[in-house]
Each structure stands twice: as structure tokens, then as C-alpha cells.
């Protein structure tokens, strides 16, 4: 199971690159969400993935799901989720300013906005 | 009182909150922001009064034992850390009641600075690496809000190049950490330590090493990774530049500082050989932008990036006078560059451009400015009685103890490249030919010079008092050198 959640999240990464490479804003940010979709799944899978033990611990219990990769999943889903909407809320002001969603055009210099 | 090393995370925090609720008071609002710093100011001065002289204090939330809960430590290093960041950001609000306009003022920008401060204190003080996740989250939201506050142009294009490294450096720092939680199987920094010290540090923790050194050095601004900041930090208005300048690298160099000393110890001859040429070519490629540009916020800018080669050279080290020497140039540092930033402020405010060859004869009509720039200037390169000129001292002493004499020559070398560029801007501003410039009343020029001139009174006691300052530094890097200390104050005798 580790293995194929390797392939899938290598595809991820791949495809968040390829993404991020682009010179379109819009798909920049979906690269991104692709890099933190792929980060949450490597989480997940690191905890391991063995999916007979049972989630709770009470006493007598000592074979039990570790908690601790849905946590930090949470958290890092969160953090992403607030920042992807920040982002996408700039990225369409700026389209509104500088008319533009082409990264190459928003190189600038301190002379030419 | 052992929540005390709560409070300089908290107390910014509850004031942030309470701030939002009235945005367009802008009275109210800088009032608030002023008590709200000034109480984090008094509770981290009691915190180091506290670690002084009862040693690491560290609590873990919620009761729990202590691998298990988050935990929060303060040694001497972070004690130090908080109280300078908080008192840089006092002299930067203060700086704001001037120089920032109505508009930010009533669009949260103090509610944003003083959620960027308890990022910053948290990130300094936390004993968990998933915990400093997400205080490096808290800052860099904040920071978010910062730059792209105003909606210039400028602003927008670069906020954009800014969030799109930082999410991508935040998606790599969850990475690193998943592969550290399945190696090692835990997550508070002092188990971390105690369990790589038992697996003796295999190829794959030297792997994490790197990794972590490329997420850090992403926020820390190191050799192959600062490319994003000259332009983005360039973009925001002074203050949020001072504040950025003197804080957010140094939250990364320290993060590194952290891992570097606690974590990855075992493997020295790579990691912190990797570090050295790392920090060696920073200095070099800041030297180059330094002398480049003829713009001043730039020529500022890349003197961060030198200052990050410097202090990373000594944590590299890893001996009691290095460190010492990047613990001591770290708050110089920290204290130094508001400072001239703040000044440089005055100076585009004054002739209302930030080239340098618009500029000229400032001497004549602002001379009290012309002479603090020029201490600060000779702070900043490290002339003897100034604040920059020991921890260098120690820097270089303890690069020769380990052998290290090119690398350390070429930190003195540096040293003359930093204050030729900042001597540039001397000459250029305040020498030659006085220019045609649109007077600015006295009153704004006051409101924009006290606070500078009062950073740099404090960076000059720093570098002169610093005889009294070694207790504090020294106890700084013993706990540095021997991780031993601080996994005995967060996880008990064992």
C-alpha cells in the first residue's frame, strides 16, 4: 500500500511542478494546492498504513492506530486551505491592477511597474 | 509563574484580536498596539531575568508528559531572540505613527504586525518541530497581509513571487517533517535529539539535515535560495521593511541555528561543512548585490543577506567563541538593521526618491541624521566600540580555532565590502552638491528620526556594554553545545 501512495504522491509533486512552471497565474495556484495535496498525503503515509488496528486506545489495548498523521494533517489542510484563498484573492487583484495574468509580464524593474 | 514564557506569545496575540474589532479608530488602534507591545517588552524582560538565573524554562501544554504534549522552551538563545524582536517592533509601530498612511493604519496593519510578533515569538520559543510549523505559518500569514497591504502595483506583483516561495518552502517544511516523524517517531525537539543520538544518525538523517537546511534557508535567505527577497522585500513601505529585514531571516537562521546544534549533530564533517560553503557563497553573492545597486533600500537589503552568511558561518563552527560570536551578531544584527532601515526611510522621505544618484548634500541642511547614519553605518561594518565589531571578533576567533582561515579571512574581507556599501550611500545622500528637495515639516521629520535615532542609541550600548552582555551570550551557547541541558529541562532527569 506505502508503495503505491508513493507513486500517487510522486505524482503530485510532478504534476504540482509542472504546474508551477507555467506562466499562467492561475494554474500556478492550483500547482500549489497539488504541492500541499501532495505534502498531506506523504504525512498520512508516513504514519504508516497499516489499516487493521483499531483507532482508539482504552486499557488492554496495545495495537492502535498512531493519532498523531491525522492531526498534523488537519492542521497543515487547514493552514493550506486559508492560504490558497489568500492567494487567489490576491491573484485577482492583481489581475484588476496589472491587467495581467502572465508571470512573464510581471517581471518589472523599480522603473517599470 | 512557569506559564511566564507564555506571555510574550499571548499577550501580542489577545491585542491583535482585540484590535480587529475597531479597525477604522486609527487612535485607538495605535494605543493599543503601543500597550500591547510594551506589556510583551516587560514579560519577556522578566522571562530573561527568569532563565538567567534559573536556567531553561520549559512547559509542556496541557499537562501532559512531556514527549507527548507541545512543548514551549525558552532558553537563553530564544529569551534573547524574543526580547529584541519585541523591542524592534515597538520602535517600528512607533516609526508607523508617522510614516504610515491613514489608509493602512485603518486596514489592520497594527492587528498584522502584532500577529507577525506572536509568529515570531513562537516560532523562537516552541520545543516542537510541527508546533514551529505552524508559528512559521502564523508569521508568514501575517507577513502576507504586510506586504500586499496598499494594493500598489508593486506590492501586488511581488506579494505574489513571495507567497508562491513561501508556500512552496511551508509545503517542503511538512515534508521534512513526515520523513522525520517516520524515522524517528516523534515530534518535540528534545525527543528528536535523544533519538537520533540512539539511531546514531543513519545516511537518512543526513538527508532530513539537508532538507531542513533548504526550508530554513528558503525563509532564511542562504546562497542558492535568496534570490526571491532583494525585489519583494523592496516593495512594502519602510517600516514593514525594517520589520521584515530585522526579523523574518533571522527567524530562519535561527531555525537553522536550532536544528543545526540540537538535531544533527552526529554527522558534522557533512551537514555543517554543507553549512559552511553555503554561508561562504552568501557572503560572497550578498557582497555582489551590495555593491550593485545604487538603490539604498537595495543596498540595505543585500547587507542582510551578508549578515546571514556571517552569523551561519559561526553557528557552522560549533564552538563555544562561534557561537558565541552568532548569538552576540545575531541581536546586532537584529537592532542594526531596523535601524538603518528606518534611517534610509528618512532619507527617501527627505528627498523623496530611494536613488542614490538623485541624491546629495544632506549634510548641510540635516546634519544631526547625516552623523547617526554614519554610526550606524560603522555599527553595521563592526568598527571596534560599536555593536557589530565583537560578535565578528568572536566569529572569526572561533573559525581560526577550527582551522577554518580562508573562510574566516574572508569574513574580515566582507566586513570591508559592507561598509563600503553603506559608506556609498554616505557619500552619495549626504556629501556633494545639495539638490533642489521639497521640504517636509519639522514635525514628520521628528516623528521619523527619534525612533531611528533611539535604535541606533541602543545598538551603540549594546556594542559597548557588551563586556556585560557575555554571561548572558555565554550561557546562550553552552546550551548550544551540549543539547544535553536543554532535552534535561523539557523531557525531566531522564
Known amino acids: ?9 510522486g505524482f503530485l509533486f510532478m504534476a504540482a511542478v509542472y504546474l508551477m512552471l507555467s506562466k499562467s497565474l492561475l494554474r500556478i495556484i492550483i500547482g500549489t494546492g497539488l504541492l500541499s495535496h501532495g505534502a498531506h498525503l506523504l504525512i498520512l503515509t508516513m504514519g504508516g498504513l497499516d489499516g487493521s488496528a483499531p483507532p482508539i486506545v482504552s486499557y488492554g489495548v496495545t495495537d492502535y492506530a498512531d493519532p498523531l498523521p491525522q492531526a498534523l ?12 484563498a489568500f492567494f487567489l484573492v490576491v491573484a485577482y487583484r492583481s489581475y484588476q491592477e496589472l491587467e495581467t495574468d502572465n508571470m512573464n509580464l510581471m517581471r518589472g524593474t523599480e522603473e517599470n511597474d | 509563574m512557569i506559564n511566564l514564557l507564555l506571555f510574550p506569545i499571548l499577550l501580542p496575540f489577545f491585542f491583535a484580536m482585540i484590535l480587529m474589532l475597531f479597525p477604522k479608530r486609527r487612535y485607538l488602534q495605535r494605543v493599543g498596539a503601543l500597550i500591547a507591545l510594551l506589556t510583551t517588552l516587560i514579560a519577556s524582560s522578566f522571562l530573561l531575568i527568569k532563565v538567567k538565573s534559573d536556567g531553561i524554562q520549559a512547559i509542556t501544554l496541557g499537562s501532559w508528559p512531556a514527549p507527548f504534549g507541545i512543548s514551549m522552551v525558552s532558553d537563553m538563545l530564544s529569551v534573547l531572540l524574543v526580547l529584541s524582536s519585541t523591542l524592534i517592533a515597538i520602535i517600528v509601530v512607533w516609526y508607523s505613527f508617522t510614516s504610515i498612511d491613514k489608509e493602512r493604519e485603518s486596514f489592520f496593519y497594527y492587528p498584522a504586525i502584532l500577529f507577525m510578533l506572536t509568529g515570531v515569538n513562537g516560532a523562537f520559543t516552541t520545543g516542537d518541530i510541527f508546533n514551529m510549523f505552524v508559528f512559521f505559518e502564523v508569521l508568514l500569514m501575517s507577513s502576507y497581509l504586510l506586504i500586499v497591504l496598499g494594493g500598489e502595483k508593486v506590492q501586488l506583483r511581488e506579494s505574489i513571487k513571495y507567497i508562491l516561495v513561501n508556500v512552496i518552502s511551508s509545503a517542503l517544511f511538512v515534508v521534512t517533517v513526515a520523513y522525520l516523524y517516520s524515522v524517528i517517531g516523534t515530534l518535540n525537539m528534545a525527543d528528536i535529539a535523544v533519538k537520533i543520538a540512539q539511531v546514531n ?22 546562497f542558492p535560495l535568496y534570490f526571491w527577497l532583494p525585489s519583494s522585500y523592496a516593495a512594502p513601505p519602510i517600516p514593514v521593511l525594517a520589520l521584515f529585514g530585522a526579523l523574518l531571516t533571522k527567524v530562519g537562521v535561527y531555525a537553522i541555528m536550532r536544528t543545526y546544534t540540537l538535531f544533527f549533530t552526529l554527522d558534522q564533517s557533512f551537514t555543517h561543512e554543507l553549512l559552511m560553503i553555503l554561508s561562504i557563497l552568501t557572503i560572497i553573492s550578498g557582497s555582489i548585490g551590495a555593491l550593485a545597486y545604487f538603490d539604498v533600500k537595495k543596498i540595505i537589503i543585500y547587507n542582510i543577506i551578508i549578515a546571514v552568511g556571517v552569523i551561519l558561518f559561526g553557528a557552522s563552527q560549533m564552538n563555544t567563541a562561534a557561537l558565541m560570536g552568532s548569538v552576540f551578531y545575531l541581536i546586532h544584527d537584529i537592532l542594526i538593521k531596523g535601524a538603518l532601515f528606518l534611517l534610509i526611510g528618512v532619507i527617501i522621505a527627505i528627498t523623496g526618491t530611494s536613488n542614490l544618484r538623485k541624491m546629495g548634500g544632506l549634510i548641510k541642511t540635516y546634519p544631526m541624521l547625516g552623523w547617526t547614519y554614519l554610526i550606524a553605518a560603522f555599527g553595521l561594518a563592526g568598527i571596534p ?30 566586513s570591508l565590502v559592507v561598509l563600503l556599501s553603506v559608506i556609498r550611500i554616505f557619500i552619495y545622500a549626504f556629501w556633494g552638491t545639495p539638490v533642489e528637495i521639497t521640504p517636509i515639516s519639522k514635525k514628520h521629520y521628528h516623528g521619523l528620526f527619534l525612533p531611528a535615532l533611539v535604535l541606533v542609541g541602543i545598538s551603540v550600548v549594546y556594542g559597548i556594554g557588551s563586556e556585560w552582555l557575555v554571561p548572558y551570550m555565554e550561557d546562550a551557547a553552552t546550551t548550544m553545545l551540549n543539547p544535553s541541558h536543554y532535552i534535561k529541562a523539557v523531557l525531566g532527569g531522564a
Open chain 2, 201 to 222: 544518525q543513519p545516511g537518512i538523517i543526513t538527508v532530513i539535515a539537508v532538507l531542513f537546511l533548504m526550508v530554513f534557508g528558503l525563509k532564511g535567505a542562504i
Open chain 1, 1 to 9: 500500500m506505502e508503495i503505491v501512495m508513493s507513486f500517487v504522491i
Open chain 2, 385 to 414: 566600540p560599536l555593536s557589530g565589531f565583537i560578535g565578528k571578533l568572536l566569529i572569526v576567533q572561533g573559525g581560526f580555532e577550527e582551522g577554518n582561515l580562508w573562510g574566516s579571512i574572508l569574513i574580515l574581507g566582507s
Open chain 1, 73 to 84: 494533517i488537519l492542521t497543515a489542510i487547514v493552514i493550506s486551505f486559508g492560504v490558497t
